[in-house]
């Protein structure tokens, strides 16, 4: 069982804001931090949102949606985290940022036992955890959540290299807690969840730029015939392209094989700003984002 009773989550993003609120129903009380100014008031009102919806489908009752929102505070400063017992950070894909980050979080946050979690989706969790002095390389553990995360199942609870075995231990209780199925990895490119899906969606653009056929059948064939919730170019869309460009060099210079470099088609959608929901346009249009 998870003892965790406060948990930092760095980030106020989709994953950061989605894995607060999932905290924060399971009575953790969190603190999300993210420098950005407007960042707090965004994901305060997604949060309302949210919890106004569960409690109109009757899947939570007023009470406990306003409990849960209440348990959920918002800072600007990173030192505002001292006193938490469990880290997730959640911020840009950028290995370099988030070893400068983890650094802060180990002085922020000396004691051995407060686990530092990254939400990565393909940075290696034994480089992030090589950038702490040695005694602490162990806390550092991949707790990688799925978008939306109030809905996705699944935490992929990666193992570096260093990451001690009660650290993944009370990462997999953690996830336990939150509701979540956790299903452990090991620390290579992609872990599984990207090594695989990745390749699928950059096939999805072959397909497309080799003219197999349109976007629109090539989800289709994929929804229907696969059973898939969402085809894997409006999944590229939802994922962000240039997140599946960066996972795709990720795969392509960690695996050392060129067959998983991103498509050409994928690269130039990215080029053109095309980056899908978040920019309004990706391979399809979103007029309303
Ligand atoms: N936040 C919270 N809840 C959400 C949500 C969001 N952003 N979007 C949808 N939901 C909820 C809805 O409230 C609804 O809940 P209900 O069942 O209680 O009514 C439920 O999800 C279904 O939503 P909708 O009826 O509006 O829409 P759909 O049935 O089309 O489902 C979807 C939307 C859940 C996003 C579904 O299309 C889906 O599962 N898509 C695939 C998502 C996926 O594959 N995610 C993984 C991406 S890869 C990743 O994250 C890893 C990274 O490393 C790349």
Same mark, same amino acid.
């Given at each position: 069982?998870?003892?965790? %009773?406060?948990?930092?989550?760095?980030?106020?993003?989709?994953?950061?804001?989605?894995?607060?609120?999932? +905290?924060?129903?399971?009575?953790?009380?969190?603190?999300?931090?993210? +420098?950005?100014?407007?960042?707090?008031?965004?994901?305060?009102?997604?949060?309302?949102?949210?919890?106004?919806?569960?409690?109109? *489908?009757?899947?939570?009752?007023?009470?406990?949606?306003?409990?849960?929102?209440?348990?959920?505070?918002?800072?600007?400063?990173?030192? $505002?985290?001292?006193?938490?017992?469990?880290?997730?950070?959640?911020?840009?894909?950028?290995?370099?940022?988030?070893?400068?980050?983890?650094? *802060?979080?180990?002085?922020?946050?000396?004691?051995?036992?407060?686990?530092? +979690?990254?939400?990565?989706?393909?940075?290696?969790?034994?480089?992030?955890?090589?950038?702490?002095? *040695?005694?602490?390389?162990? %806390?550092?553990?991949?707790?990688?959540?799925?978008?939306?995360?109030?809905?996705? +199942?699944?935490?992929?609870?990666?193992?570096?290299?260093?990451?001690?075995? $009660?650290?993944?231990?009370?990462?997999?209780?953690?996830?336990?807690?939150?509701?979540?199925? @956790?299903?452990?990895?090991?620390?290579?490119?992609?872990?599984?969840?990207?090594?695989?899906?990745?390749?699928?969606?950059?096939?999805?653009?072959?397909?497309?730029?080799?003219?197999?056929?349109? @976007?629109?059948?090539?989800?289709?064939?994929?929804?229907?015939?696969?059973?898939?919730?969402?085809?894997?170019? %409006?999944?590229? $869309?939802?994922?962000?392209?240039?997140?599946?460009?960066?996972?795709?060099?990720?795969?392509?210079?960690?695996?050392?094989?060129?067959?998983?470099?991103?498509? @050409?088609?994928?690269?130039?959608?990215?080029?053109?700003?095309?980056?899908?929901?978040?920019?309004?346009?990706?391979?399809?249009?979103?007029?309303?984002?």
């Amino acid at each position: 069982m998870s003892d965790i %009773r406060r948990m930092a989550v760095v980030g106020a993003g989709q994953m950061g804001g989605g894995i607060a609120l999932v +905290a924060a129903q399971a009575g953790i009380a969190v603190t999300v931090q993210d +420098a950005f100014p407007g960042a707090a008031d965004k994901c305060r009102a997604l949060h309302r949102k949210l919890m106004d919806r569960a409690v109109e *489908k009757g899947k939570a009752t007023r009470p406990d949606a306003d409990a849960a929102l209440a348990r959920i505070g918002f800072t600007q400063s990173i030192d $505002d985290l001292a006193g938490a017992d469990w880290v997730v950070e959640a911020i840009v894909e950028d290995a370099s940022i988030k070893k400068d980050l983890f650094r *802060k979080l180990g002085a922020i946050l000396p004691d051995q036992r407060v686990a530092l +979690a990254t939400n990565t989706s393909s940075i290696s969790i034994t480089e992030i955890a090589a950038a702490l002095p *040695k005694d602490h390389q162990h %806390r550092v553990v991949g707790m990688h959540f799925f978008n939306p995360v109030p809905v996705m +199942a699944l935490v992929e609870v990666i193992r570096g290299l260093q990451t001690s075995d $009660d650290v993944v231990a009370r990462t997999v209780a953690l996830a336990e807690r939150l509701g979540k199925t @956790p299903l452990k990895a090991n620390d290579r490119p992609g872990f599984v969840s990207n090594r695989v899906l990745m390749p699928m969606i950059n096939e999805a653009f072959y397909a497309w730029m080799h003219g197999v056929a349109e @976007p629109e059948a090539i989800d289709g064939i994929m929804k229907l015939g696969c059973n898939f919730p969402m085809g894997p170019l %409006r999944l590229a $869309d939802f994922i962000g392209l240039d997140t599946c460009v960066h996972i795709m060099n990720v795969l392509a210079d960690g695996l050392n094989d060129d067959r998983y470099r991103a498509c @050409p088609l994928l690269r130039q959608l990215v080029t053109a700003g095309r980056l899908g929901d978040k920019t309004g346009r990706g391979v399809y249009e979103y007029p309303q984002k």
